[in-house]
């Protein structure tokens, strides 16, 4: 247990500023007006959160207003141990985006990991790893071969793939709350997709069915002198939802607000890239 609390352990964490593009040319699957200075006001909340109250060391990227998508740093890469994936996002407009992220990673002292195959697509927002194995989201932004990269990348671990048969990507309704632990929403996408890892994986996974689909993206961690370590979204957002992550005993909660971010279809687990940085890297 204690290897794998350890794999939920976060030294560093990797961020990007909102640029003005974001309000008006970033891609979502529903009209949305955003309103900018509240989506930068609850970014950088979120940031200081990850600073003051984590501890965690933050490197900002700068926006760009030529990259409006660029605040959601997790779809650029996947990071696991010491290796970085560099991904090549499904969105072409987004692919410029991983030159940054792929700079700040190699300053790190990761080892870093390149998806060149033009067949290939993947968006970190469609990859959960559960601490045991990869579980990669077939959605309308990563693929096949963008799955069988990452496999390639990360070979001590097993990876499954699922179909995501509605929302942008699998993270969009389900996220790690611990180890062992499966946070999901309660539709009935959500569910058959969670049945369906469950059956192929080796591993034996809890679960805690929240409401709403998008509530069940957190950001988990395990710190030391803080334990279990969960943000989540807000209860003006989503109340029924709090209520049943409120029932975890021995966490630290950690509401942090989303809702502008949340119109362009970003989610809290999309906005950070998490490293566990050891001495030795």
Do not use: W
């Not at 560093?12 to 040319?25: D, F, K, Q, Y």
């Not at 990850?50 to 779809?75: T, Y």
């Not at 509401?255 to 050891?278: F, H, Q, R, W, Y």
């Amino acid at each position: 247990m204690a290897e794998l609390l350890e794999r939920f352990g976060c030294t560093h964490v990797v961020v990007r500023g909102i640029p003005s593009s974001l309000a008006t040319e970033a891609l979502r699957m529903s009209p949305a007006e955003v309103d900018l200075q509240k989506a930068r006001q609850e970014h950088a909340e979120y940031v200081e959160v990850m600073r003051s109250k984590l501890g965690l060391e933050v490197i900002e990227l700068p926006s760009d207003e030529a990259m409006p998508d660029c605040v959601f740093v997790e779809d650029a890469a996947v990071v696991c141990g010491a290796t970085a994936l560099i991904t090549r996002p499904g969105s072409e407009s987004r692919r410029p985006e991983t030159k940054a992220m792929k700079e700040a990673l190699k300053k790190l002292g990761l080892t870093i990991v390149e998806m060149t195959d033009e067949n290939a697509t993947l968006d970190g927002g469609d990859v959960l790893f559960t601490g045991q194995e990869f579980f990669v989201g077939l959605s309308k932004r990563t693929n096949q071969k963008g799955a069988e990269i990452l496999a390639d990348a990360f070979k001590d671990y097993a990876v499954s793939t699922v179909a995501v048969e509605e929302g942008l990507h699998l993270k969009s309704f389900c996220s790690m709350g611990g180890p062992g632990l499966i946070l999901i929403g309660s539709s009935d996408h959500a569910q058959k997709a969670l049945k369906i890892m469950q059956q192929m994986s080796d591993h034996r996974y809890d679960k805690l069915t929240v409401p709403d689909d998008l509530a069940a993206n957190c950001i988990y961690m395990n710190l030391p002198d803080k334990g279990h370590v969960l943000l989540h979204s807000t209860a003006d957002m989503f109340p029924e939802s709090v209520k049943v992550l409120e029932k975890l005993k021995d966490y630290t909660l950690i509401p942090v607000s989303n809702l502008e971010k949340m119109k362009v279809d970003g989610a809290l687990t999309c906005c950070s890239v998490l490293i566990n940085k050891k001495a030795d890297i």
